[in-house]
């Protein structure tokens, strides 16, 4: 079965940008019609998507996103990486990486719209 598992920073300061890794097992991130995304939560909130990596490469960031947001993968290290920059208290959140096999979920209500998601990554912003 496929795993992932997201690591960060977890305290991050104002205006600086935040890394995260999302680790695969269990796949390839190449695999035919998989693709990656990057969704959070913000504390009493739903989950917000962020952007995607396609099995090909491909790259999409949602319009609230895109400004400042890098997704890239290193295929060497089965590995998903996303940079969100300049961020404010407003991104303090979980953080997930998630799956999808053919269409990717925007809109997500909850996790389990995902064909597999790690167990998530708390961020803090905070000077």
């Known amino acids: 079965q496929v795993q992932l598992q997201e690591s960060g920073p977890g305290l991050v300061k104002p205006s600086q940008t935040l890394t995260l890794t999302c680790t695969v097992s269990?796949?390839?991130?190449?695999?035919?019609?998989?693709?990656w995304s990057w969704i959070r939560q913000p504390p009493g909130k739903g989950l917000e998507w962020i952007a995607y990596?396609?099995?090909?490469?491909?790259?999409y960031c949602g319009p609230f996103f895109e400004s400042r947001t890098s997704i890239s993968r290193d295929t060497s290290k089965n590995q998903v990486t996303l940079e969100l920059s300049s961020v404010t208290p407003e991104d303090a959140a979980v953080y997930y990486c998630?799956?999808?096999?053919?269409?990717?979920?925007?809109?997500?209500?909850?996790?389990?719209?995902?064909?597999?998601w790690g167990q998530g990554t708390q961020v803090t912003v905070s000077s």
């Open positions: 269990g796949a390839s991130i190449t695999t035919n019609s998989y693709y």
């Open positions: 998630a799956l999808t096999d053919g269409v990717v979920v925007v809109m997500p209500r909850r996790l389990s719209d995902y064909k597999a």
């Open positions: 990596i396609g099995y090909d490469g491909s790259t």
